[in-house]
């Protein structure tokens, strides 16, 4: 049971059975000392894990075969759980030589056999600064990919802009007819009731009420010239009326 309960902290597989009848849930925790195990402590500051010098494993598995991890009080994936676990304990049964075909083990072993720590450290120490020259050469390369990509855009837009070959002058007409076509719903409706007052009202307009002045003015002039002046002067805004009229109204066809 001790042997299944510490292979379970490690990262074994569970299912439902391991809880027990009428319960919710099983709780499994298993607490290392790092002292003598520099592999496990540095895994952990690597994984931002560290405790001190200490490790709490802890494995909860509920009643429907559902189970989670945690190291040191966090949350983690089993497989993780799994490959610290590697640098805490071996646990010795029929299937304890699979350890062996473990490249990471292999590696292990053989630095241990020749008893080189300084020469190991130096080693890791170089392949670290390999493996940050790698992530910065990748970084750089990503960078010219997305300079080329830019330049490229950059080329295909100044193309379309030469071949386009706008005039002086061009812009402002462009603009101006933009404005025109995005506003052309309003343009029309208050066209079309700008000339509703001006000459098309059925009940009242504009040219109707000047027609009705010019006709009453024409009496009081019979009876006194002086007034053909005004007369003179409702018949030119008549006329105006009347072309700014058919203006709209050419404008309201278009």
Not at 28 to 49: K, V
Not at 50 to 66: F, M, P, Q, T, Y
Not at 102 to 124: F, I, T, V
Not at 191 to 213: D, F, K, R
């Amino acid at each position: 049971i001790a042997i299944d309960a510490l292979g379970l902290c490690l990262g074994n597989r569970s299912d439902a059975s391991m809880v027990r009848p009428g319960a919710t849930r099983a709780d499994i925790c298993a607490r290392f000392s790092l002292t003598d195990t520099p592999a496990a402590l540095r895994w952990l500051e690597h994984n931002q894990l560290d405790d001190n010098n200490e490790c709490l494993l802890r494995r909860v598995i509920s009643a429907d075969g559902r189970s989670r991890a945690f190291i040191n009080g966090t949350a983690v994936p089993l497989s993780q759980l799994r490959e610290l676990g590697q640098h805490l304990i071996q646990l010795h049964g029929q299937h304890a030589h699979q350890l062996l075909l473990k490249p990471e083990h292999q590696r292990h072993l053989l630095d241990a056999y020749a008893d080189e720590s300084q020469l190991l450290g130096a080693m890791r120490q170089m392949w670290q600064q390999w493996h940050q020259s790698c992530r910065e050469l990748a970084q750089h390369q990503q960078a010219t990919i997305e300079r080329e990509a830019r330049r490229e855009l950059l080329q295909y837009q100044l193309k379309e802009l030469n071949e386009f070959a706008p005039q002086p002058g061009e812009y402002e007409q462009i603009d101006v007819e933009y404005k025109r076509l995005a506003n052309s719903g309003q343009l029309m409706s208050l066209s079309q009731q700008t000339l509703q007052i001006l000459s098309e009202g059925e009940e009242q307009n504009v040219l109707g009420m000047l027609h009705s002045a010019r006709h009453q003015l024409s009496e009081l002039i019979s009876m006194d010239e002086t007034l053909s002046g005004v007369f003179s002067m409702l018949e030119e805004a008549s006329i105006q009326i009347s072309e700014a009229s058919d203006e709209l109204r050419h404008y309201c066809d278009r």
